[in-house]
């Protein structure tokens, strides 16, 4: 049968717990989306469900020849044409992507509120160097002053944002000048980010925008106030509340929970909570408790982007990304799956009714029917904490016997984030981006692919993520990586600096001479940010062109699922990177609306969209995209002679 052929997963953990999930009779999304068919006119973007007239649906047209008669008959009963449905839709998915992102940075402002002011327990300002340089982009006075006192300021700022009108985003101001005025010319600015969500959601309501290229123009302003805005914000006030991420060793996939100590992972998304209980799961009061109840310790781990978070600051282990989720509890061995907010499948309540794990919520945002739910709150962060792994070290003596932890499990360095990228070049001293630059000019590195996103149940697990970056490094493009994608490659061992003997002879032999992997994890989603922030970097440190659209570079997420990840590529393409997706492409019923954004879009923003579902194919792509920007700098023949060079230096050491 096919599908019993269609391989689910490479990762062998993985594949270990769908078996056993099978033969324990719990549900798990894999088998799900087998069941489950995606509605064809959905998954195109032509099913229009704003009004009650509806839901209208207005499939895109099967013959290329269609007349302008034939294609006026496909509307909705409202007129409502297929190229309006496509972009409605579309936009939507980005506002939702775009709030999700900025309400998580809302919370984050709150808390770093809460902490400046002393209100926090628990919390305090860790990064002063990171306080100081954001209290000069925001134009914050230092002089003597405390930090509390400056983080007030920004943090007011910083909430004003959310609720601005007009203007333009600070944070915007970090853009080449280029960029700036092409928003500006466009009138794509964003304002301000509540502004621009819910702008999105009127214009989308039944009769209001119905022009395509005006309504993408606002998904662009709604996707830009997201990465220069909201995301960008939350990983500021993270990195000054937690620290800034430097290369820290640890361990990746399920085989990191053990067999005699409580098991707790916490997944989803905001790091306050995660990094409470990294603190409390050192506390020797519980891990007393712990051992009271015949456990011999507790052991933290983390899943889909706040497994990234406290991974980069902590080195704490990771348990597996998105669609491991559910497999985590299928091990038997987990005492408590502790969840904020997105991204958390509700089928991992049903799945924890097959064994003893427990569900905990901890967000007033995100309840999960029949869940256990104990709020976290930041003016009692350390004892919610300890709350929490009371629930779990509780739970340690319903372990039943049917347990089977995979025993799979692989190193990986991570935290390189702009600040460490920056420092790893040239030390404290001489920190900046030129190396990276010669490297490029030079031709060594071919170009820098941004490869990000999710899991998604339609695709082999992991296997487009791999297959991608596996032939960007082989053909000398450095790959920054962030989210599930970057879980996906370290499980596959491309996150250790042995990995560059997989790339290419130039990309190798800068590795080799830095020390780093080919394949740099620079954190959660909302870090995609810190890769605008690189990728500015290249820009102003010279040789590369004046604007984000004349770098080499490209950007992808092969396995996406998540409305965030298409704000995400939004924002990328508005910032002049040409981004690829896999899976699924949201707006193909509507051929124009679908060559706008591929095509045109080019024109308009330096950057553009592609779609290609085969990873190799779209390594082609990013790599082709590549090679033209390195022509249009003039960079064309340093490769060709860098290469040679290798050549030569390789027969010479032959001998
Ligand atoms: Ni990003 Fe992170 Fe993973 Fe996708 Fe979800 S965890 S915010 S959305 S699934 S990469
Ligand atoms: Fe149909 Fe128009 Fe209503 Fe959409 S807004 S459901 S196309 S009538």
Known sequence: MAEEERKLSIDPATNEMIAKARVDGASIAFDRAEKMKPCPIGQEGSCCRMCSMGPCRVPAARNRDETPEEKARRTGVCGATAETIVARNFTRMIAAGSAAHSDHARKVVEAFLL???????????????????????????????????????????????????????????????????????????????????????????????QDYRSLLAQSMR????????????????????????????SQINLGVLKADEVNVIIHGHEPALAEMLAVAAQDPELIDYAKSKGAKGINLAGMCCTANEILMRHGLPIAGNFLQQELAIVTGALEALVVDVQCIMQGIQDVAECYHTKIITTDPRAHITGAMHIDFDEHHAPETAGKILRAAIDNFPNR?????????????????????????????????????????????????????????ARVTHDDVHVRLVRELIKNDVLVLQTGCSAMACAKAGLMLPEAAAEAGPGLRSVCEALGIPPVLHMGSCVDNARILIAATAMVKDGGLGDDLSDLPVAGAAPEWMSEKALSIGQYFVGSGVYTVFGVNWPTTGSREVTDYLFKEYEAVYGGMWGFESDPIRMAKLMIDHIDKKRKLLGLDKARERVLFDMEMRRSMEAV
């Open 115 to 209: 902490t400046a002011e002393g209100k926090a327990p628990g919390f305090i300002i860790k990064d002063e160097q990171k306080l100081l340089a954001l209290a000069l982009d925001f134009g914050v006075e230092i002089g003597n002053r405390t930090n509390e006192a400056i983080a007030i300021d920004i943090g007011k700022l910083a909430m004003q944002e959310f609720g601005q009108q007009n203007g333009e985003l600070r944070l915007t101001r970090r853009a080449p000048l280029k960029r700036r005025e092409l928003w500006r010319k466009l009138e794509v600015a964003p304002r301000g980010i509540d502004r621009e969500v819910v702008e999105s959601m009127h214009r989308t309501h039944m009769g209001v925008d």
């Open 222 to 249: 709604t996707a830009l106030a997201d990465g220069w805005g909201g995301s960008m914000i939350a990983t500021e006030l993270q990195d000054i509340m937690f620290g800034t991420p430097a290369p820290v060793f």
């Open 400 to 456: 039943g016997k049917n347990v089977r932890i995979p025993d799979v499990k692989t190193d990986l360095i991570a935290g390189f984030s702009h600040e460490t990228i920056n420092y790893l070049q040239g030390g404290l001293f001489r920190a900046s981006y030129r190396p990276l630059n010669e490297n490029i000019i030079n031709g060594r590195i071919r170009g820098v692919a941004g490869v990000v996103g999710c899991n998604n």
